[in-house]
């Protein structure tokens, strides 16, 4: 039990001091009026067991432990619901230069050179003036193995570029197919290479190594292949150039091709002498700036485009105006099928 007096100016001050302490429970023992030099003032003896007393104090000690927890609370929340006004602001309020890469993005531009576009100059004509300049030209090397998935047009851009090479420069040019697993397949190869009037073998890779002398009579070799991963395996591709490294390849990518798969096939085959991309069905392509991956720093320069199934027309080398006008066709939505 605890006993203490409480004052107040009237007895009710003097009671509220009890409650205040000793809460409903207290018991009043005594009340009685003091004479004080400020005057008469009312005093109240109360009791509280002592149980009741530890109650209160622990009851206050919680009541600021929530009160403190609360108010932690409160601030996070009030954090967390600026920093979303903010997102919110950013969303709704684009940045130009995230509005500019949205719409890039939008219109099927790579993500990789969508970064690059807004990073460098907005003039897209610029940026791939500028790229296809820092590729540099490509030498035309003696030796050309093309090599790719099948399907993409290998057996056909080489005779084409046979004929080129013969027409354009009156040149001397082997063909030599390295894929005798066609039998039905490799009789129209053979009869296609007697039209064009293209000097033509069959092979595999043990005899190629064995005609090398006949090479000197040639001023261009355009080697022929099965189709990459599935009748050419990456370890041939060793063997062939650990045996003969001088050899250089094409890479025959199809123009319709996603650019992740191609950047996926390009990290199987980098470690090669790989001179350039041979680009094939532009004919089929109707927004070009997905394409816009072949400026990508990672990749060779596009060599040869071919835009079409005619052999031997449907070629064109790959000079900065040509990939220019491919790679706008998108954008300036026009039908250059002629002109390319
Ligand atoms: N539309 C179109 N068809 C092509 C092009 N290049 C090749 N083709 C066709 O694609 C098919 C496969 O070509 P082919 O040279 O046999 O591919 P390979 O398996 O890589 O040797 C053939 O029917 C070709 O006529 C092209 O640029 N445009
Ligand atoms: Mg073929």
């Known amino acids: 039990m605890r006993i203490k007096k409480f004052r107040g100016k009237t007895i009710l001050e003097a009671l509220n001091n009890v409650k205040k302490e000793f809460g409903e429970d207290a018991v009043i ?55 979303i006004k903010k997102m919110l602001a950013q969303i709704l309020n684009l940045q130009p230069e995230n509005k500019e890469y949205l719409d890039l993005i939008e219109k099927g531009v790579p993500p990789f050179i969508a970064r690059e576009l807004i990073k460098a100059n907005p003039d897209l004509t610029e940026f791939i003036s500028k790229a296809i300049k820092e590729k540099g030209s490509v030498p035309h090397s003696k030796y050309q193995v093309f090599i790719g998935d099948s399907g993409t047009g290998k057996t056909t851009s080489i005779f ?16 030599i197919s390295l894929d ?28 190629l190594k064995e005609i090398e002398p ?37 890479w025959v990518v199809r123009a319709t091709e996603h650019y992740e798969y191609v950047l996926k096939q390009w990290e199987k085959i980098e470690k ?29 320069p596009v060599t040869f485009i071919s835009n ?25 939505n026009l039908n250059q099928k002629e002109d390319l």
């Open 214 to 250: 006949v090479f000197a009579k040639y001023n261009y070799i355009l080697i022929d292949t099965p189709s990459l991963e599935k009748r050419l395996l990456i370890s041939d591709l060793e063997d062939l150039i650990l045996k003969m490294p001088f050899l250089r390849f094409q």
């Open 308 to 332: 079409g199934e005619r052999l031997p027309e449907d070629i064109l080398k790959a000079e900065e105006e040509t990939i220019k006008k491919l790679l706008l066709k998108g954008i300036l």
């Open 180 to 207: 005798n697993y066609k039998v039905g397949n490799n009789f129209q190869t053979k009869r296609l290479a007697e039209l064009l009037e293209v000097d033509f073998e069959i092979l595999d890779l043990e005899e």
């Open 29 to 83: 023992l005594a009340s009685e009026q003091v004479k004080t030099e400020e005057g008469t003032i009312f005093e109240i003896t109360a009791a509280i067991e002592e149980e009741e007393v530890k109650i209160r104090s622990n009851l206050k000690v919680f009541e600021s432990k929530v009160e403190e927890s609360y108010s932690d609370i409160r601030e996070y929340l009030k954090n967390e619901v600026s920093e």
């Open 272 to 300: 090669f002498p790989v001179e350039g991309i041979f680009l094939t069905f532009v004919d089929k392509v109707y927004n070009s700036l997905p394409l816009l991956w072949i400026l990508d720093s990672r990749v060779p």
């Open 160 to 175: 084409k570029l046979a004929v080129w090479y013969k027409y354009k420069y009156n040149a001397k040019v082997l063909v």
